[in-house]
C-alpha cells in the first residue's frame, strides 16, 4: 500500500516568513494530493489539493508543488500570520473510491 | 446542507461495554469513511466505503464494524471496548459534486476507561 511521510513534525516561524512542509510518497499510482489545516478541537478542512497532471497550485498565499518523478509534494504559506499557526495534514490518494493516506501531521506556530 | 454530521461528541465507556458511533452525509458523496486520530500518529483509516452496499478494511480494522446503512449513513460499532481504542474519530466523505475533496464531521471524542 501507498506510505506518506511528512516533515517536519514542528515548525516554529516568525509573522511574516514562509513555512514550507514536506511529504514524500511511495505509490506511483496516487494522482491526488490535498492538504488539511486542522485548528485545535476541530476537524481537518482542506486548504488546498493538487493533481498528477499539475506542477503547482496556488491560492493566494498558499501554493503546492509536485515533483512526480521523484514522488514528493510541498506546501508553501508566504507571510505567515498567527491564524496559520495549526496542524497541517498532506495526504495521498488515487481518487473518490479509493482509500486516502495520511502524513503524521505539521504543527505549525507563527510567533508574532 | 449538514455535511457531514457525527453523534455523539462525546462518549466515556467503561472496558467491555459496546457502542456505536452514528455518521451521516448530506452532500451525496458516494465514498464514506472512517479514521481515528491519537497524538503524533496522524489520521489511521478503520474501515471505508467506496460505495453504497461495499465496505472495505483500511489501517487499523481491529476491534471494529461497520454497516452502510444507505447512501447517508455510515456507522462505526465497537463490541467490546479497549482503552487502546481511547481516541478521537472522524467520519470522511468524498464524491458525488465535490469528486475527490473528502469533508470531515466534528469528531466524537471517544474515552475507554
Known amino acids: 500500500g501507498e506510505n506518506v511521510e511528512q516533515h517536519p513534525s514542528t515548525l516554529s516561524v516568525q509573522e511574516g516568513d514562509s513555512a514550507v512542509i514536506k511529504c514524500t510518497y511511495s505509490?506511483?499510482?496516487?494522482?491526488?494530493f490535498p492538504w488539511y489545516k486542522q485548528e485545535l478541537g476541530k476537524r481537518p478542512q482542506l486548504i488546498i489539493d493538487?493533481?498528477?497532471?499539475?506542477g503547482e497550485k496556488k491560492d493566494q498565499r498558499i501554493a503546492v508543488t509536485l515533483n512526480k518523478t521523484a514522488k514528493h509534494f510541498s506546501l508553501h504559506i508566504t507571510e505567515t500570520q498567527p491564524e496559520d499557526s495549526a496542524v497541517y495534514f498532506c495526504?495521498?490518494?488515487?481518487?473518490?473510491?479509493?482509500?486516502?493516506?495520511f502524513g503524521t501531521g505539521t504543527s505549525l506556530t507563527v510567533i508574532p | 446542507n449538514a455535511g457531514v454530521t457525527q453523534t455523539p461528541k462525546f462518549q466515556v465507556l467503561k472496558t467491555g461495554q459496546s457502542m456505536t458511533l452514528q455518521c451521516a452525509q448530506d452532500?451525496?458523496?458516494?465514498?464514506m469513511y472512517w479514521y481515528r486520530q491519537d497524538p503524533g500518529m496522524g489520521l489511521r483509516l478503520i474501515y471505508y466505503?467506496?460505495?453504497?452496499?461495499?465496505?472495505d478494511k483500511g489501517e487499523v480494522p481491529n476491534g471494529y464494524n461497520v454497516s452502510r446503512l444507505n447512501k447517508r449513513e455510515f456507522s462505526l460499532r465497537l463490541e467490546s471496548a479497549a482503552p487502546s481504542q481511547t481516541s478521537v474519530y472522524f467520519c470522511?466523505?468524498?464524491?458525488?459534486?465535490?469528486?475527490?475533496?473528502?469533508?470531515f464531521g466534528p469528531g466524537t471524542r471517544l474515552t475507554v476507561l
Open positions: 493538487i493533481r498528477s497532471n499539475v
Open positions: 495526504a495521498a490518494s488515487k481518487g473518490r473510491g479509493n482509500q486516502f493516506y
Open positions: 505509490d506511483s499510482a496516487s494522482n491526488y
Open positions: 452532500m451525496n458523496h458516494n465514498s
Open positions: 466505503s467506496a460505495s453504497e452496499g461495499t465496505t
Open positions: 470522511a466523505g468524498t464524491g458525488g459534486a465535490s469528486t475527490d475533496t473528502q469533508y
